[in-house]
T-cell receptor, first 115, second 113 residues
Framework: GAGVSQTPSNKVTEKGKYVELRCDPI?????LYWYRQSLGQGPEFLIY????????DSGLPNDRFFAVRPEGSVSTLKIQRTERGDSAVYLC?????????????FGPGTRLTVL | TQLLEQSPQFLSIQEGENLTVYCNSS?????LQWYRQEPGEGPVLLVT?????EVKKLKRLTFQFGDARKDSSLHITAAQPGDTGLYLC?????????????FGKGTHLIIQP
């Protein structure tokens, strides 16, 4: 079956603009994660959804970042008033149940560039 | 402060050589995972180690979890050009912490033919 897909694959925006990044997880996976990978770094955890609810949003850097998963499948990461420091690859992952023993499957990421 | 330190950051060796990549922390992890990431793609899970002292083999790759569950290593025997990529270690902190994975910065591995 299909893996995790993310759209768009690339997004270029101007400082101060609003952006939305979309993640389509593997069908039936209840757990969904967002990570951010800056150049030369490993991925950094942002937020974890279990079903429709954000079970852990401790990694969101500030209140400009927000994510939703209204029907427990597709998720959207929203960034307000973008800053140049937000430039990174935003990765989405899903797993069947969540938790430490469950394999996370990553999408290819959305490369965000803030000019 | 990086919770998981990987070394070396960059490694370029000839085909057929052996190599070891290290992942170290001062914190205890309930499990550690190794991923491989190709350019333009997300990380792909190679292995999960859970028990202190555990050794797992995946063809020419050998993974070890330290006895105290604070470190791990990845050993590749007779490296091939197809092994080229970014190798990331990641884990879940023991005793609480975020529900997401904590990653190291990665080791960029190049195997030259």
């Amino acid at each position: 079956g299909a893996g995790v897909s993310q759209t768009p694959s690339n997004k270029v925006t101007e400082k101060g603009k609003y952006v939305e990044l979309r993640c389509d997880p593997i069908s039936g996976h209840t757990a969904l994660y967002w990570y951010r990978q800056s150049l030369g770094q490993g991925p950094e955890f942002l937020i974890y959804f279990q079903g429709t609810g954000a079970a852990d949003d401790s990694g969101l850097p500030n209140d400009r970042f927000f994510a939703v998963r209204p029907e427990g499948s597709v998720s959207t990461l929203k960034i307000q008033r973008t800053e140049r420091g937000d430039s990174a690859v935003y990765l989405c992952a899903s797993s069947a149940l969540g938790g430490g023993s469950d394999t996370q499957y990553f999408g290819p990421g959305t490369r965000l560039t803030v000019l | 402060t990086q919770l998981l330190e990987q070394s070396p950051q960059f490694l370029s060796i000839q085909e057929g050589e052996n190599l070891t990549v290290y992942c170290n922390s001062s914190s205890v992890f309930s499990s550690l995972q190794w991923y491989r990431q190709e350019p333009g793609e997300g990380p792909v899970l190679l292995v999960t180690v859970v028990t202190g002292g555990e050794v797992k083999k995946l063809k020419r790759l050998t993974f070890q979890f330290g006895d105290a569950r604070k470190d791990s290593s990845l050993h590749i025997t007779a490296a091939q050009p197809g092994d080229t990529g970014l190798y990331l270690c990641a884990g879940f902190l023991s005793g609480g912490g975020a529900d997401g994975l904590t990653f190291g910065k990665g080791t960029h591995l190049i195997i030259q033919p």
